[in-house]
């Protein structure tokens, strides 16, 4: 729980940090949710966040969709080497589309060695 707590502060609060790796972290659904609040918080100034090499599937997907949606600043996303099937790759699109119709375009995810 404090992890939890930690996690979504630094990421949520105006740190003025703009790329974090939580790769290889074993970071699974429950995660994804505190990570997605936090994504949403208006001083969240992340530009880059990495994923890769957790165990998140496409129920974790659409979660950090919700906060991705809300986020202004997320530009570059890597989601490789997780869980996600095809189902968490069109959420993931419609998530980008979405932000792109906002004006406010991610511009790369990577997805590389997924299911």
């Not at 609060?13 to 429950?30: C, E, H, S």
């Not at 957790?54 to 997320?74: P, R, S, Y």
Request: charged share 25%; aromatic share 4%.
């Amino acid at each position: 729980r404090d992890a939890h707590a930690a996690l979504h502060s630094l990421i949520s609060q105006k740190t003025g940090l703009r790329f974090i790796d939580l790769g290889w972290t074993d970071i699974g659904n429950a995660e994804c949710e505190t990570i997605s609040d936090a994504l949403a918080f208006k001083d969240c100034s992340l530009v880059a966040l990495g994923l890769v090499g957790n165990q998140i599937n496409d129920k974790g997907v659409a979660v950090l969709c919700a906060g991705l949606e809300k986020n202004m600043t997320i530009k570059y996303l890597d989601l490789s080497r997780n869980e996600i099937t095809d189902s968490g790759v069109k959420t993931i699109k419609r998530c980008v589309e979405r932000r792109a119709e906002l004006g406010s375009p991610v511009q790369q995810v990577w997805m590389r060695e997924n299911p």
